[in-house]
């Protein structure tokens, strides 16, 4: 939607200062996506073991997870941000514009942290609907505003991630609603703490996850280096293809996520063919 919005009603300066960086803002989502895996495994195998206690404190931990890595990210990320586009090369003409749209992003990083995890969450439990609508809701918020804040208040690319934000703001707020309904996975202020075993687990899955997911991220961030030197024009042109790709690698993560929460609760559960059968069908899902 950003880049759409920025190409059509601003130009390819402004798509260059959303683009240009995009990598940048990928190698973030890419690791705590990866982390939230973690959540997703882990709490699908307490399911499995049908151990309530042990879910409310995955549950509550992966919380607290939440909010120290969203603290993290936005103090480094908006203190970092004009090194971080110096260091891709962004075209002196897009700069300010780039600088401006990451500290916004950074800043409503932690709507995305709480989304994201809130909905490892409920997929653990086979809750994948749900965390659907909420993003397809907020999706169409921000469209909508991105529209408004580029064409009534003229704010460019930084009324552009401030509409982002404000669309993760949304999703967070339904997410966390939608988590109150169920009583396994309702979260409770008093109940905030960190349980080892399952702080252990969540990381020893989700960082390599997360890592592997830095290493892809890593890899564009060269390749957008060597096309931000050509310019504002090829910036603009190679986040136009990007896209496609990454509406190709969604349909494949999205096997690969259901396959965690079926494989995770069946494997707790003892029943190893059925886990047999799940990779099986997955991996060819995957493949066609």
């Known amino acids: 939607?950003?880049?759409?919005?920025?190409?059509?009603?601003?130009?390819?300066?402004?798509?260059?200062?959303?683009?240009?960086?995009?990598?940048?803002?990928?190698?973030?989502?890419?690791?705590f996506v990866g982390v939230s895996i973690g959540t997703n495994a882990t709490i699908a195998i307490r399911i499995g073991q049908g151990d309530r206690s042990k879910i409310r404190a995955a549950v509550h931990t992966t919380a607290v997870i939440a909010i120290v890595s969203a603290v993290l990210v936005t103090v480094i990320g908006i203190a970092i941000a004009g090194f971080l586009v110096d260091s891709v090369g962004i075209p002196d003409e897009a700069r300010a514009e780039s600088v401006s749209y990451l500290r916004i992003y950074f800043a409503g990083v932690a709507f995305f942290l709480v989304f994201n995890f809130g909905s490892a969450i409920l997929r653990a439990n086979g809750d994948t609907r749900r965390p659907l609508y909420a993003l397809a809701i907020s999706a169409v918020v921000n469209a909508v505003l991105d529209i408004f804040a580029v064409s009534v208040l003229h704010l460019g690319a930084a009324g552009i991630a401030a509409a982002t934000v404000a669309a993760y703001a949304l999703a967070a707020v339904a997410i966390v609603m939608l988590m109150h309904e169920e009583e396994d996975f309702r979260l409770n202020v008093r109940e905030l703490r960190v349980d080892k075993r399952a702080l252990h687990q969540i990381l020893y899955i989700g960082v390599p996850s997360g890592l592997q997911g830095v290493v892809?991220?890593?890899?564009?961030?060269?390749?957008?280096?060597?096309?931000?030197?050509?310019?504002?024009?090829?910036?603009a042109g190679s986040t136009a293809a990007l896209n496609f790709e990454y509406y190709t690698y969604f349909i494949i993560n999205a096997f690969s996520q259901a396959a965690i929460t079926f494989v995770g609760q069946n494997f707790a559960a003892g029943n190893l063919s059925r886990c047999d059968k799940i990779v099986a069908w997955s991996m060819g899902l995957s493949l066609g």
Do not use: H, K, M, Y
């Open 1 to 31: 939607t950003d880049a759409i919005v920025a190409g059509r009603l601003l130009g390819s300066t402004e798509l260059a200062a959303i683009g240009g960086v995009a990598p940048l803002t990928a190698l973030f989502i890419s690791f």
């Open 216 to 235: 892809f991220a890593v890899s564009n961030i060269i390749i957008q280096t060597s096309i931000n030197s050509f310019g504002t024009d090829a910036i």
